[in-house]
Nanobody
Framework: QVQLVESGGGLVQAGGSLRLSCVVS????????MSWYRQAPGKQRELVAV???????NYADFVKGRFTISRDNAKNTAYLQMNSLKPEDTAVYYC??????????WGQGTLVTVSS
């Protein structure tokens, strides 16, 4: 089993920054991708960014140039640095990790609220 604990969410003004963290514990062997998703009220969950075991990254167009995903394998932690935040970034942000087999796991989410 794998456990994920997100932290770092909160209330920030538009233009501000936050850094989210996701600590992974448990049976972490063969973890490949670490990703951040978000779900705004009344909307479907959407992919924000993904980082692969080799360090490659992909971003949703709506965060390119503003958000940066990273991972510290020694600490089993993924990060999402969010800069130039906009009110439309308000959402619950979820961490997701996936094994090479495709089996994936979700965290409980952390709320990010951006005020205008």
């Amino acid at each position: 089993q794998v456990q994920l604990v997100e932290s770092g969410g909160g209330l920030v003004q538009a233009g501000g920054s936050l850094r989210l963290s996701c600590v992974v514990s448990g049976s972490i062997f063969s973890i490949n991708t670490m990703s951040w998703y978000r779900q705004a009220p009344g909307k479907q969950r959407e992919l924000v960014a993904v980082i692969f075991s080799g360090g490659g990254t992909n971003y949703a167009d709506f965060v390119k140039g503003r958000f940066t995903i990273s991972r510290d394998n020694a600490k089993n932690t993924a990060y999402l640095q969010m800069n130039s935040l906009k009110p439309e970034d308000t959402a619950v942000y979820y961490c997701n990790v996936a094994r090479n087999s495709g089996r994936d796991y979700w965290g409980q989410g952390t709320l990010v609220t951006v005020s205008s």
